[in-house]
């Protein structure tokens, strides 16, 4: 789930939602909805997320897909 990527990343990196929020420049109450599924990520919000957490866009847009076609 889009949403357990998220706060698995966030948490990783020992930022709180109040932290990643400010830093993305997104609500943190749009931050919390996204991470409970209340919120659909969105490209924009993705991409902000991501340049923050130093990942791709993708890897929270699509966290389940598999290039290689095996599932994960």
């Known amino acids: 789930m889009t949403g357990d ?3 698995g990343l966030r948490q990783r990196q020992g930022l709180t939602q109040q932290q990643l ?4 420049g997104i609500p943190q109450s749009d931050l ?3 991470e409970t599924g209340r919120l659909r990520l969105g490209r ?4 902000a997320i991501a340049r ?3 990942v791709h866009p993708g890897d929270l847009l699509w966290p389940q897909w598999d ?6």
């Not at 929020?21 to 993305?24: L, R």
């Not at 924009?44 to 991409?47: G, M, N």
């Open 5 to 7: 990527t998220v706060r």
């Open 32 to 34: 919390s909805a996204i």
């Open 44 to 47: 924009a919000r993705a991409e």
């Open 67 to 72: 290039a290689e076609g095996s599932g994960r």
């Open 52 to 54: 923050v957490l130093r």
């Open 21 to 24: 929020a400010q830093q993305c």
